[in-house]
């Protein structure tokens, strides 16, 4: 478990994959420069999980690894180390794909009317959608309506302020 004084980047590889990200993460800020063998005898999983971890930590920057020759073994390990200066970075450049993802869906809602039946069960259809169908739902075959979206569009435009406001204070 972790608390919220606990490292930010212990906190960021929580949030990506949970109990066994939380393990390897606290093994690389005790031991800087670690082998994946090293990290799998710390913490006690399987090298398998470890390289895993490792890998998608690695993949986000989070991490860097150099390839250096075993001179026991004789053949290339990797020696991983965090890179903790960039976990604001990571956070900054996910609330970008975040507020993108949002400004899409916002210009969908904004360009589009939608139709629905009233039922619950049934998914709201596009304008077109509605035209080829005869505005009869296509599930239940009730009469489909214009259906507002106001309440949507109100409702990304807020997270989208919010998240342009947060990167704004934050960088």
Known sequence: MIDKY?????????????????????SLLKAEDATDEE?????????????KVLY?????????GVRV????????????????????????NQKKKIMGRLQQRLDYENSSEFYHCGN????RITF???LEEMFKCPSCG?????????????AFGKKIDEIKKDLQQTF
């Not at 606990?6 to 606290?26: H, N, T, W």
């Not at 998608?56 to 989070?62: A, H, I, N, R, V």
């Open 56 to 64: 998608d930590l690695f993949g986000k920057s989070l991490i860097s």
């Open 39 to 51: 990290i799998a005898s710390s913490t006690g999983l399987r090298i398998n999980m470890v390289r």
């Open 128 to 130: 077109e959608g509605a």
């Open 142 to 154: 009730k009469v489909l309506n214009l259906k507002k979206n106001d309440k949507a569009k109100k």
């Open 69 to 92: 020759k075993d001179e026991r073994k004789g053949w290339f390990v990797y020696r991983w180390r965090s890179r903790r200066e960039e976990v604001e970075s990571f956070i900054e």
């Open 6 to 26: 606990e490292d930010p980047f212990i906190r960021i590889a929580v949030m990506i994959g949970g109990d066994e990200y939380l393990k390897v993460a606290r």
């Open 120 to 123: 619950d069960d049934c998914q």
